[in-house]
């Protein structure tokens, strides 16, 4: 519900000041008044509490507009097809990653932020999709394309994309930056008034755009009230960390790109209640931690530790640093949860483990992905060397052999029991599609391109995929099928609302287990997976069954005698056993 206006324009004035103390007075006053405008153009808000915006029910499915296509629609109207009929009872989110005109990076090297790519779609089939579920798009506030609008202004020396974009001397000491790739941070290029040194964090086509300079702020207001009056609800801040430059710093997670979170999300708050900001860090756990901020950044933060922890304790039936990272997250705290994901467009992240896993550690896992036909992202350290940024493979293929599954006998039930690790933890699932149908890794893709990135960016054809899925043989039919039946089970379930209580089981290095249990104490449930190639005892006396409760395990529907002295588990089995079936 929108707040007084006198306040929000005292409040959005004062966080300005905060973030530029040195601009003008009088200009700061001026954006401040403009935004008071656009956010009186808001729709009648509804009344949220915090805590109604997700639930057990919350699950987000991560795609492109086109990875699913069709001859007779658009890119996006046919990924709308395509989960009413195939994915409707499993998930109420979807994520469509960039789907605006673009020069690159797979829709990631934005030439319009405010139009839609006409080879996808039109905002209208966005507007239609976001009636009947939760969407999810990117903001990409860290950088812009070299074909955008704004950087041919800035190289005829036009407003507003002139001061839009970052240039430095040779006086700007870059020693420190933290890099997320390899190649060579600044670029000269040839402007009307010279040449400039311009800053590239990911690529040579995506220039780092200037938040020193607060009406290109502005200006990422207006799109992302925009984006919402267009029936975005999620707003994904891309590479959000990067945002802001300091010479000697290392330029990521700057106090300031805190404080443009805060205003976004105390923006946002005010136009439209229902409007949920996840920040999109890729980072060791702890730098990651901090977007939550005190509750007033990000509502959600991808947990970007889990995928390579999970790949970890699966390749090796071992959970031991995936138990000690468990124990060590604090709960979420009220009105913000964590996102889980397994895989997603980009690579299994390895700054993320930092602080987690040690160099031998990783060396292991990166040998075993490699075996499994991974590829690998590097970037440059501070002092010039050259360590692993990402894993490129797919889950399917990451998880397909083991030390002790070499042939890869059991990767569907090893694949299955990643997705039943997810669905148990604190938290909201997010399944990449790609991952929800078992693909394989996409070598044709890559060769073609030059991208290790395209290995996990298959694109299908709907009604291929579609008589894949009607044969219940097919691989890609038995992991929907498993997973749906899950997901199904996991959303009638209290305990395993994002944000009920977690704790984290002692179970020894081949199990890994936690116990859920709901906001009004009514519901327990210990979720537990065998991370193993063999069968093994999991000795009830360690989970502490109540005697006087009727335990059952929700997956099989067995019940199970507290008296007893062990359960028999299955390879990668996974049980959730309550006190409560709830069916």
Same mark, same amino acid.
């Given at each position: 519900m929108k707040q007084d206006k006198n306040y929000s324009n005292d409040k959005i004035l004062h966080s300005l000041n905060k973030i530029y103390p040195d601009a003008e007075t009088d200009q700061l006053v001026q954006i401040t008044s403009r935004i008071i405008k656009r956010i009186d153009k808001a729709p009648i808000n509804n009344e949220f509490s915090a805590l109604s915006k997700w639930d057990q029910q919350t699950c987000v499915l991560i795609s492109y507009a086109d990875s699913i296509s069709s001859h007779h629609n658009s890119a996006i109207q046919t990924l709308?097809?395509?989960?009413?009929?195939?994915?409707?009872?499993? /998930? +109420?989110?979807?994520?469509?990653?960039?789907?605006?005109? &673009?020069?690159? =990076?797979?829709?990631?090297?934005? /030439? +319009?932020?405010?139009?839609?790519?006409?080879?996808?779609? &039109?905002?209208? =089939?966005?507007?239609?999709?976001?009636?009947?579920?939760?969407?999810?798009?990117?903001?990409?506030?860290?950088?812009?394309?070299k074909s955008s609008k704004w950087f041919q202004q800035f190289l005829s020396g036009e407003k507003p994309g002139q001061d839009f974009f970052i240039t430095v001397t040779d006086e700007f000491d870059v020693s420190k930056v933290v890099r997320p790739r390899a190649h060579k941070l600044l670029q000269p290029i040839e402007t009307k008034n010279g040449e400039k040194l311009i800053w590239c964090t990911f690529s040579e086509d995506q220039i780092d755009l200037n938040f020193a300079n607060p009406e290109l702020l502005e200006e990422f207001i207006k799109i992302i009230l925009e984006f919402i009056d267009k029936g975005i609800r999620i707003l994904r801040l891309d590479a959000v960390g990067f945002l802001w430059k300091e010479s000697g710093t290392s330029c990521l997670n700057l106090e300031q790109t805190h404080a443009i979170i805060k205003l976004i999300r105390?923006?946002?708050?005010?136009?439209?209640?229902?409007?949920?900001?996840?920040?999109?860090?890729?980072?060791?756990?702890?730098?990651?931690?901090?977007?939550?901020?005190?509750?007033?950044?990000?509502?959600?933060?991808?947990?970007?530790?889990?995928?390579p922890l999970i790949l970890y304790s699966l390749l090796f039936a071992d959970s031991s640093?995936?138990?000690?990272?468990?124990?060590?997250?604090?709960?979420?705290?009220?009105?913000?949860?964590?996102?889980n994901f397994l895989s997603s467009h980009d690579g299994f992240g390895m700054r993320p483990t930092e602080g987690l896993m040690s160099d031998a550690e990783r060396e292991k896992m990166l040998h075993q992905l490699k075996e499994n036909g991974g590829l690998f992202s590097w970037r440059t350290t501070e002092n010039e060397k050259k360590r692993v940024y990402e894993a490129n493979i797919t889950l399917y293929n990451a998880l397909e052999k083991t030390p002790d599954d070499p042939q890869g006998t059991l990767k569907i039930p090893r694949l299955i029991a990643a997705h039943a690790l997810i669905f148990g933890l604190e938290g909201i699932p997010a399944l990449y599609i790609n991952s929800l149908i078992g693909a394989e890794n996409d070598t044709l893709g890559v060769k073609k391109s030059g991208?290790?990135?395209?290995?996990?960016?298959?694109?299908?054809?709907?009604?291929?995929?579609?008589?894949?899925?009607?044969?219940?043989?097919?691989?890609?039919?038995?992991?929907?099928?498993?997973?749906?039946?899950?997901?199904?089970?996991?959303?009638?379930?209290?305990?395993?609302?994002?944000n009920a209580t977690q704790f984290t089981l002692q179970l020894g290095s081949y199990f890994f287990g936690i116990w859920r249990q709901s906001r009004d104490r009514t519901q327990s449930i210990f979720a537990i997976t065998n991370l193993s190639a063999s069968s093994l005892h999991l000795s009830l006396s360690e989970i502490n069954l109540i005697d006087t409760e009727d335990w059952s395990d929700l997956i099989t529907k067995k019940s199970i005698d507290s008296r007893l002295r062990y359960l028999e588990m299955n390879p990668y089995q996974t049980v959730w056993i309550t006190n409560l079936s709830i069916v």
């Open positions: 709308d097809e395509f989960i009413t009929t195939h994915l409707d009872e499993i /998930t +109420d989110t979807i994520h469509i990653l960039p789907f605006f005109p &673009s020069s690159g =990076d797979d829709g990631f090297s934005v /030439t +319009d932020y405010l139009a839609v790519d006409k080879s996808l779609g &039109s905002w209208s =089939d966005i507007e239609k999709m976001s009636k009947a579920r939760t969407v999810m798009a990117d903001v990409i506030l860290n950088h812009a394309s105390m923006i946002c708050d005010q136009y439209q209640d229902d409007i949920i900001i996840v920040t999109e860090t890729n980072l060791p756990n702890q730098e990651n931690l901090s977007y939550f901020g005190n509750g007033n950044e990000a509502h959600w933060i991808y947990n970007f530790s889990l995928p640093i995936l138990r000690r990272w468990s124990m060590s997250m604090p709960p979420a705290l009220e009105g913000t949860t964590y996102l991208i290790n990135r395209r290995i996990n960016r298959k694109k299908f054809e709907f009604e291929k995929i579609s008589a894949v899925l009607a044969n219940p043989l097919s691989k890609e039919s038995l992991i929907i099928e498993q997973l749906k039946e899950l997901l199904q089970i996991r959303k009638l379930q209290p305990a395993f609302h994002p």
